[in-house]
């Protein structure tokens, strides 16, 4: 039995109450009310423009841009994530021996700073970097990875998904082997062969740790930042500008505080709904197979 | 897995796979070392280098270059110094409020709950610009505090504890009381030493996420005196283009902590994963 102890509660919760009205409600009511304004985050006198950087935000072509780029990045990035951290988690799962020394050693990546690997992309990369120079000495190609609109989303994309891939693949391997290999063994029987083994068993059976991981990339797709800051500055051309880049660069470069706060707003209703049916989406083919 | 019947070479080849599939995902690292160490005209050019010396790291530890002196080793200090407050304030305020949210039974704990949830699936990008008026406000512009107080609490370390504590069983709570134990006690004597695995996993997630942080430093610090390693790093990036190899150096003082640490608690995270995973 819980004791009813309202005291010990609230005092408990106490910091979290504090940070939470602070650190929360105030910055989210203000948010509102910047949003309202065209202040600059420098002069002393604020205008109330109602709703007219709404209005601004939705017309600008910018910001189509990074609505768009942001579904883009859904596109590559998930997809990429998924096949890197299905092949760590199949590798892995397939030894007898030692699996959480590998598995220990794939989740290195995610101990990596955006900041650092863009420097090492940027150095692989670069023009004379060692994999262009091969490139261009050995077959004749010039790639300008970060200077054209679709590698540079590629480049980027493959940098987070190379993050995440030891991550993911360790709630892949959880899923792999809550898989009763009796399964396997009616199915072989059957003379069910590999390909369809691993689409009608494999990915049913580890439906609920592959939601987990489409979930938390999801999330991740909707929150570039850093690679994109560091590496491509959201170019070439806006092809990279996400809305954390561009509300960024309205708020802190040209110091558009109120615009910033709507597109911000925006941003999040956008990123909020487009979860929402994401998620349905996902749930719907769990219910296919018979998952909850 | 059936069919492959485990015959020695399959075992054998199924490790090499495994072997050659993680150097390439680690050769990041590789790559990231070994150019630290290069020679000044081989950084950036080959995918090994031929030639290596200390002069990368000279530099870091020393000021006398011709290119403005960089305070690199003060950097990793105060990123030492923020992460290392800002992970212990959101681990303390964790299991104390999960401990309420789950052995406390008091008046708006269902509110609490609910809220915390709303908070952890709120996109945070939001609050960006009024947290940094906010902090601009409160004189905590290009300060540790303004660095660490918004940064003090994580709803996902709340939420993870809270799902861990329910699972510990009441009447070992009541026995203690029993015993003359207060809640404090019980909290720190008895549940945060069962819950070993768990906090390992909270810490090191925490731990390397506010490590890492660029957007929230970078946009608080505005001097040397406060600014951190990662921050610092970013912003060398374009004045150092020519000197790739100090900040290859840099780098790798930036990610060494934390593969050690990873590294030290690998046994417990492996544990605590297990749990978290079910």
Redesign the interface.
């Given at each position: 039995?819980?004791?009813?102890?309202?005291?010990?509660?609230?005092l408990?919760?106490g910091?979290?109450?504090v940070?939470?009205i602070?650190?929360?409600l105030?910055?989210?009511l203000?948010?509102f009310w910047?949003a309202l304004t065209n202040w600059n985050?420098i002069s002393p006198d604020i205008k109330f423009v109602g709703l007219s950087n709404f209005v601004t935000a939705i017309t600008s072509p910018t910001i189509h841009q990074a609505f768009w780029v942001t579904y883009k990045f859904l596109l590559v990035f998930v997809p990429l994530a998924l096949i890197l951290s299905m092949?760590?988690a199949i590798?892995?799962?397939?030894?007898?021996r030692f699996k959480?020394l590998?598995?220990?050693?794939?989740?290195?990546?995610?101990?990596?700073?955006?900041?650092?690997?863009?420097?090492?992309v940027k150095?692989?990369l670069?023009y004379?970097?060692?994999?262009s120079?091969w490139l261009r000495t050995t077959f004749g190609l010039d790639i300008d990875w970060l200077g054209s609109p679709t590698s540079a989303l590629i480049v980027v994309s493959f940098m987070i998904a190379?993050k995440m891939?030891?991550y993911y693949g360790?709630?892949l391997v959880?899923g792999l082997n809550s898989i009763n290999?009796e399964i396997?063994?009616a199915?072989?029987l059957d003379g069910v062969n590999?390909w369809q083994r691993f689409w009608k068993i494999t990915i049913p059976m580890m439906y609920p740790?592959l939601y987990t991981v489409l979930i938390l990339a999801i999330g991740v797709s909707?929150?570039i930042?850093?690679e994109v800051?560091?590496l491509t500055g959201g170019g070439p051309n806006g092809a990279t500008n996400t809305?954390?880049m561009e509300?960024?660069n309205q708020?802190?470069v040209n110091l558009k505080?109120g615009y910033?706060?709507a597109v911000?707003?925006i941003?999040?209703v956008i990123?909020?709904l487009s979860i929402g049916v994401l998620r349905n989406l996902i749930e719907k083919w769990g219910h296919h197979y018979g998952w909850n | 897995?059936?069919?492959?019947k485990?015959k020695p070479y399959k075992?054998a080849l199924?490790?090499a796979?495994?072997i050659v599939?993680?150097l390439i995902?680690?050769f990041?690292?590789i790559?990231?070392i070994l150019?630290s160490f290069a020679s000044w005209d081989q950084?950036?050019?080959?995918?090994i280098p031929t030639s290596y010396t200390l002069r990368s790291w000279q530099w870091l530890f020393s000021n006398s270059v011709t290119v403005a002196p960089a305070p690199w080793i003060a950097a990793f200090f105060h990123t030492f110094l923020v992460t290392t407050i800002s992970v212990a304030l959101m681990m303390l305020?964790a299991v104390?409020?999960a401990?309420?949210?789950a052995?406390?039974?008091?008046?708006?704990?269902k509110l609490?709950d609910n809220?915390?949830i709303f908070?952890m699936f709120?996109?945070a990008?939001?609050?960006?610009?009024?947290?940094?008026?906010?902090v601009t406000k409160m004189g905590m512009i290009d300060s540790f505090s303004g660095m660490i107080?918004?940064t003090?609490?994580s709803m996902w370390a709340?939420f993870m504890y809270t799902n861990f504590f329910k699972a510990i069983p009441?009447t070992l709570i009541?026995s203690a009381k029993l015993d003359g134990a207060s809640?404090l006690q019980i909290l720190f004597k008895i549940v945060i030493p069962m819950s070993k695995s768990i906090t390992t996993v909270i810490f090191l997630f925490l731990y390397?996420e506010r490590?890492?942080t660029?957007?929230w430093d970078m946009?608080v610090s505005k001097s040397d005196g406060t600014v951190t390693l990662?921050v610092l790093?970013?912003q060398m990036?374009g004045p150092y283009g020519t000197y790739?190899g100090p900040?290859?150096a840099a780098?790798v003082l930036?990610?060494l902590p934390?593969?050690v640490l990873?590294?030290l608690f690998?046994k417990n995270?492996?544990d605590g994963?297990?749990y978290t995973?079910?």
């Open positions: 039995m819980k004791r009813m102890n309202n005291k010990l509660g609230w408990f919760t910091p979290y109450l940070f939470t602070i650190f929360f105030l910055p989210l203000w948010s910047l985050l092949l760590v590798l892995v799962n397939r030894l007898p959480g590998f598995m220990v050693a794939f989740f290195l990546p995610y101990l990596s700073s955006g900041v650092v690997t863009s420097l090492i150095g692989i670069s004379n970097g060692p994999i120079t190379w891939s030891g360790l709630i959880s290999n396997y063994e199915a072989a590999r740790s909707f929150g930042f850093t800051y560091q809305w954390q509300i960024y708020a802190f505080s910033a706060s911000a707003l941003a999040a990123t909020f | 897995m059936v069919g492959t485990n075992v199924n490790y796979i495994t599939f993680l995902m680690i990041p690292f790559y990231l150019n950084v950036d050019k080959h995918l305020f104390m409020v401990y309420a949210l052995k406390v039974r008091f008046r708006g704990r609490v809220f915390i908070q709120f996109p990008i939001i609050l960006l610009i009024p947290q940094f008026l906010l107080l918004p003090a609490v709340i009441d009541e809640d390397t490590w890492t660029l957007l946009i990662n790093i970013s990036f790739p900040m290859y780098s930036l990610t934390l593969i990873f590294l690998s995270f492996q994963m297990q995973l079910k």
